[in-house]
């Protein structure tokens, strides 16, 4: 049955009115028509204070409304517009409630209950929605409605709408990652043979259920949890490690339940970005356990956002920062057939040995004998050819250790003999290290964490994103694909502030893309969010994080 509301605006004329209030009854059906028709709004008729909310918001230097709204109109929404009906009551058009929903995460206010309170009494999210006070149950349904469609491209075309507004490029990507909470409670976790006791349970309540809509969902959400987990524990034994710690979350199943930053377990998921040298993110993924796998498709979707910015793929990103933990085949594979330069610092490995002293980088490998040379000088020989379809790889030990006065420190061996194992991917590997050498490569890699690593902060601080509000991974994609476009609009603002302070411009700033006589009479300009300060002795310009320069 189809819910009946009061649709409420916020009231059109001067102050007293919003005090006295102004509902409309709700219009009913309509007559089909060709296309769609959609509330509007009238954010040019909103009063605060005898002022125009409009001139309020800007007179007080509150750009972020101002901002969303151009982002949003130099995009092509269409894609929301055809998912609704042409029948029926007039639905909020979809451009309003991106802009009211962006503008809430922003704020730190994720809540569907948050966001309808923002609503009623935030200045900057009436004028984005036009007076508009939808309620919870609307934001519920316009994100559920258009999720499919932010995930297939809507928010890499609004990625790149912002990246070109803010005037930065895609040339060194910084690359990271985080553990980010599910909703899935801690406290019922199953064990494999609990979720398979749950699954057929399940079963059974659905085929004997009259009402057996709900009751198969949760069957069918039982089932994906023992299979998943059934997968999990098959992956830990192939790889030789005890699966009996494994637990899934019945409720969230995609989810893998791993330690947190805060060093406690729980079901979460796996967040990574690619951000370039002005802190926007420019790629992201979601994926439960894996950090590195996600790389490729990070990779593509920068590929289409430059696509998007440049119409080619030459002007995408040249170089790759990534931290200790991407060290691995898969990325380095990847980075060579994409032709990009990647910096990754070696990982000491602890293989066979109890210290970093004797760990594997300390053993130099000699091509052309085929050996290793440990660090007290011993020549460890192959023993074999290589074994493994999975991972490739050779054997390496020498008896002489057994008379190294080292040899306790080197290995906890019982036949106190060290083995060293080199897979294919050492010689990448090797040749990373031979780079990173290179002291302009450790200053190229410097810059990293300077870069990503704010991200992450302004994500847990300014903008409360400790864990995911849903469930499933398709749709933790997509709210995270939401939070990293509101993040890139909340660092779209605070670019223009800074460039106008870099600039030296007195007072505030009153609008995203302003102009300002300069202190000395000179004229400054803000296109495009990137300063150009026209001198008598030259041009000066300003890019975030950097200081002004003069040419």
Sequence with gaps: MAVRRKVREAPVGQQLRLFVGDEKANPGASASRERPLFRMGHKESLYFGGLLVQTYLKEHAQLLPFVVEDVLESCDLSSLERAYSTKGRPPYHPKLMLGMILYALIRGQATLRDMELLARLDLGMMYLGGGISPDHSSFGRFIARHLECLNEGLVEMLVSAVIQKSGSGLGTLSGDGTIIESCASQYGLLRKEAAAARSK??????????????????????????????KRVASRRAQGKDP?????APSDPEASVQKTKSKTTRPSYKASILANECRFIVSYAVDPTSETSVVGGMLDQANRVGLALYGDTENVA????LDGGYLCETVL?????????????????TQNCAGSKYSKDKFKFEEDDDVYICPMGVRLISTGGWTGEEQPRKAYSSKECRECPVVGDCTKSKTRQRRVRRYKVDELKEALKEVMENPRARKAYSMRKAVVEPVFSVFRGPMK???????????????????ALAYNIRNLVRYARFVAKAAGLPGSIRSPYPTFPGRDGSRVVL??????????????FASMGRPLARG
């Design 333 to 349: 594979e990847r980075a060579i057939q994409d032709d990009v330069n990647v910096l990754i610092p070696p990982r000491g490995t």
């Design 318 to 321: 040249d170089t790759l920062l």
């Design 201 to 230: 349970q399940k079963a059974t309540e659905a085929a004997y259920s009259r009402d057996s809509k709900p009751k198969k969902k949760q069957a069918e959400l039982a089932k994906l949890a023992a299979d998943i987990l059934d």
């Design 244 to 248: 009996s710690t494994l637990r899934i």
């Design 465 to 483: 994103f400790t864990r995911f509000l849903r469930r499933g991974l398709k749709n933790v994609a997509g709210e995270f694909g939401l939070r």
């Design 527 to 540: 296109a495009q969010l990137t300063l150009t300060v026209l001198m008598e002795d030259g041009v000066v």
